[in-house]
């Protein structure tokens, strides 16, 4: 089992001193948190394995669970392309095994299946339920595109339009089979084509990655008003979709367009509440916090914010929600979303 080989990263990279710069205690320290959303990879300089997650997760917050989103790691490639994916969910599969029991390490997994395979998907999915043992939850493609290069947030860009292919909604159709949901990452200009899949597969449970990807490079800096109009109408109408639930994070990415690693000194979470809070209090109103769930998208954010500033400017944003609310938001949602079982409850499924 191998390591996926991958071009030069489209992200900031971890910069381990310039983060240390802003250090904060953890608010709300007992606060129980899923993180909804994260990765694990071994590539060449830039490690983040188990070890490096657990001395995140460990920063002061209580963060009970995670959820491992696919990134092409440790791909098997002894085994024929299509399914060479199952190698990933061995690989989160044996992280979550040897997990501390205070903090789930890959309680759920979302896995790499590739959906334009169509019909034919259905044997890599049963492989990868019986690697998941018991953990597999849903299957995320590449499918953030735009036009311009600028705005690349993948390593091996996807090709135009994936949402909407045949085969595409074909693969998509069969997870229903298996009790599987479907991430997506999209840029706010592709939310047309995730509700036109959310109206075609009204029965699949949809999971909206990094806020519906408000974008703010590119073509789109200095545009922040006429973005945040687009982005906001095109969530509006998902929010409609009972089937279609919204990760709240992702906005440490440079298609964002905060340029947060570009500065001296890292921001704290005093001033990352104040730049994200219109982005994340507009979402959680058109979704409701019963359809929200926070998410690090460590350690793709990890270039820009820490672990437990990031968890901070979350905590400082939901100050004046109800008990309810926060709880939804930080691990009540992820759990029935991702039918985990937290403190002796089982989630439900979606």
């Not at 997990?99 to 759920?108: E, I, K």
């Not at 409609?240 to 994070?249: A, I, R, T």
Request: aromatic fraction near 8%.
């Amino acid at each position: 089992m191998n390591t996926a080989a991958s071009p030069a990263s489209p992200h900031a990279p971890v910069r381990q001193a310039w983060l240390s710069q802003v250090s904060e205690p953890a608010l709300d320290p007992q606060r129980p948190i899923v993180d909804a959303h994260h990765h694990l990879w071994d590539r060449p300089g830039q490690r983040y394995l188990a070890e490096q997650l657990l001395a995140d997760t460990c920063s002061g917050h209580n963060i009970v669970a995670t959820v491992y989103l696919q990134c092409r790691s440790f791909y098997a490639r002894d085994l024929p392309e299509p399914l060479q994916p199952v190698g990933e969910v061995e690989f989160a599969a044996q992280v979550a095994h040897q997990s501390p029991p205070q903090t789930q390490l890959c309680a759920a997994i979302i896995a790499g299946a590739d959906l334009r395979l169509g019909d034919a998907v259905a044997p890599v999915l049963e492989a990868m339920l019986e690697a998941g043992k018991g953990r597999l939850r849903g299957v995320r493609n590449a499918t953030a595109w735009h036009a311009d290069p600028r705005l690349v947030s993948n390593p091996i860009p996807p090709p135009a339009g994936v949402l909407a292919e045949p085969g595409f909604r074909r693969g998509a159709a069969q997870l229903a089979r298996f009790g599987l949901g479907l991430d997506i990452w999209a840029y706010h200009t592709q939310l047309p084509e995730v509700l036109a899949l959310a109206h075609a597969l009204p029965d699949q449970p949809i999971v909206l990655n990094h806020l519906g990807g408000p974008l703010g490079a590119g073509p789109y800096a200095g545009k922040q008003d006429e973005v945040f109009a687009a982005w906001s109408a095109g969530l509006k109408a998902l929010a409609q979709c009972p089937n279609v639930w919204l990760k709240l994070g992702g906005l440490a990415m440079r298609v964002g367009g905060f340029a947060l690693d570009e500065r001296e000194k890292p921001a704290g979470s005093v001033e990352l509440a104040q730049l994200w809070a219109p982005y994340m209090l507009t979402a959680i109103e058109l979704f409701g916090s019963q359809r929200c769930l926070f998410e690090s998208n460590f350690p793709v954010d990890k270039g820009m914010v820490g672990y437990a500033v990031l968890w901070n400017a979350f905590k400082r944003i939901t100050a004046g929600f109800s008990e309810a609310e926060k709880d939804d938001l930080f691990s009540g949602s992820a759990s029935r979303c991702y039918r985990l079982t937290l403190q002796g409850q089982p989630g439900v499924s979606p």
